[in-house]
């Protein structure tokens, strides 16, 4: 039985013995005795079936209620494995080409005059005109090597001389000069 039970009943009997024992007092006292001993009884019951009833509600809050978890069957899964790929067939290998032979070059004193011709202009073209001129001059071309030479060259000689004009710089020249004797050693002017 619940706790609740007990208690319902304990409360029945206490309830009931009340009852009697006012029915019973004017009539007869030993009959309200017995219903004294009825209601005592009731309220033992009541007691006893209300501490179980609490262990209960205790009890019902501490247990744990496990699910347990539904049992699934899984389908296999089907996979199709995929269609075998073709191995290419390698197709013959051609043949390398053949390597050409790397140009001989020659040394520098057995050229043919048109590639110290060449080998002038590029010289001009890189500003190098004594080199430009000695190479025109090696191919032959005198003409062309004299160009190079009085075009930058004999130029260039030119520009380093000092022109001095005295014509123009005579009158300044006698104003703002000290002129002395080298015979006079006495040092008086």
Request: glycine fraction near 8%; proline fraction near 10%.
């Amino acid at each position: 039985m619940k706790g609740s039970d007990y208690e319902a009943i304990g409360w029945t009997l206490c309830g009931i013995s009340v009852l009697g024992m006012i029915a019973f007092i004017s009539i007869d006292e030993a009959m309200a005795g017995q219903c004294c001993c009825f209601g005592i009884i009731g309220l033992f019951l009541a007691n006893h079936g209300y501490d179980k009833k609490k262990k209960e509600q205790r009890l019902r809050l501490q247990t744990v209620y496990v699910q347990p978890n539904p049992i699934v069957v899984q389908q296999p899964i089907y996979i199709p494995t995929p269609a075998p790929v073709p191995v290419p067939i390698p197709a013959p290998a051609l043949p390398a080409p053949p390597i050409p032979n790397p140009p001989r070059t020659v040394p520098e004193q057995h050229w043919e005059p048109a590639q110290w011709g060449e080998k002038a202009r590029n010289l001009e073209l890189a500003r190098d005109w004594e080199g430009a001129a000695q190479a025109f001059q090696k191919a032959g071309l005198y003409a062309e090597a004299g160009r190079v030479r009085e075009a930058h060259l004999e130029k260039d000689k030119d520009e380093d001389k000092v022109v001095v004009n005295i014509d123009r710089i005579g009158d300044n020249v006698l104003h703002d000069s000290v002129m002395y004797n080298e015979d006079d050693t006495d040092g008086s002017n």
